[in-house]
């Protein structure tokens, strides 16, 4: 197969290429203002894989580069709920437009299928849990609302001009080349990084809020399967809920850390609880995640030592 993966040099993209170049031609579509080339620089004398420093708004880019795809997995997008809150006009810009652009190509270009990567952000603080794919979406940020609508343009997609398109709405995604250096970095590797130098642990909030974490490779392993299988929307999560307190503290014992846990002002934007209901992909798309959160965590540690 020939795979185009945009947002390809971050790090779900990244997990992404290196599973599927060892069968398959890939090309990665990243203009690195997230993604580093460190992530795929181990794949750039491979004669399967072709790395494009551009971006999704350049729709004329898009279509050279999809004339001749089999599938594209669109993982490009400014993913931080609070970077989406300082500056919702350039979210809309790479989200929404950004994502039009990527279908309409996909569809001028008869590609067989577009894999989205939507977010469980969605659902909003919704009281109910687990999250179901069929409950009423609740944005609460504008990355939210563009993930949302990036839904419903591949559903429309689909609808009128014919385009297979199916969207994945991650939960907390976790693992290797994951970035700790942003402000708006994720959890984990902020937790790892910290506990690896002895530094303070910062929670936002009282820390019991909860989170569904799942690892990268089962990530990965949702996309193979939603290429071949499945319509629509699915959640991909690990299916157990854990609070920020427990997390910091399993991390600060796979380490061995002397780190000390900080507690400040909760984040705007942030919700209170998510945990995703996963029987829909295990059913439609085979989907079952394999990683634990201590299995994962432990990889993801080993990972940053090495990198550090």
């Known amino acids: 197969m020939k795979i185009l993966i945009t947002g390809g040099a971050g790090f779900i993209g990244s997990n992404l290429v290196e599973r599927l170049i ?32 551009g971006s999704i708004t350049d729709l004329n880019l898009l279509r050279k580069m999809t004339c001749d795809v089999d599938y594209i997995l669109h993982h490009a997008a400014i993913v931080s ?21 990527v ?19 969605v659902y909003g603080d919704s009281p109910k849990l687990p999250k179901t794919e069929n409950m009423n979406p609740n944005s609460k940020s504008p990355y939210a609302v563009t993930k949302l609508t990036g839904e419903y343009y591949c559903n429309v997609f689909k609808n009128i001009y014919g385009l297979e398109t199916l969207s994945l709405r991650y939960f907390n995604c976790y693992g290797p080349r994951q970035s700790q250096e942003s402000e708006y970095a994720a959890v984990i590797p ?3 990084f ?32 939603a290429i071949k299988n ?7 999560g690990f ?13 600060i014992e796979l380490t061995k850390s002397k780190s000390e846990i900080i507690h400040k002002k909760q984040r705007e934007g942030d919700i209170k609880h998510s945990l995703a209901d996963i029987s829909k992909a295990k059913k439609e798309i085979c989907y079952e995640p394999k990683y634990n959160l201590e299995q994962g965590l432990k990889e993801t540690v080993r990972w940053f030592k090495n990198f550090k």
């Open 190 to 192: 902020k937790f790892i």
């Open 22 to 53: 060892k069968d398959n031609e890939v090309i990665v579509l990243d203009n690195l203002s997230t993604g580093k080339e460190e992530n795929i620089k181990e794949f750039l004398g491979n004669k399967n894989f072709k790395f494009i420093n």
């Open 81 to 101: 709920v609070t970077e989406s809150i300082e500056n919702p006009i350039l979210t809309n810009e790479v989200n929404i437009n950004g994502t039009l652009n």
């Open 103 to 121: 279908l309409t190509a996909a569809k001028e270009n008869q590609i067989k299928k577009l894999v989205f990567a939507s977010s469980c952000a």
């Open 239 to 251: 299916g157990k809920e854990v609070t920020i307190n427990e997390l910091a503290d399993k991390i």
């Open 194 to 225: 910290a506990a690896l130098n002895d530094k303070p642990i910062v929670i936002y909030g009282d820390g019991r809020q909860t989170r569904d974490f799942v690892y990268v490779k089962d990530v990965v392993n949702a996309n193979m399967l």
């Open 230 to 236: 499945g319509s629509g929307i699915y959640n991909i």
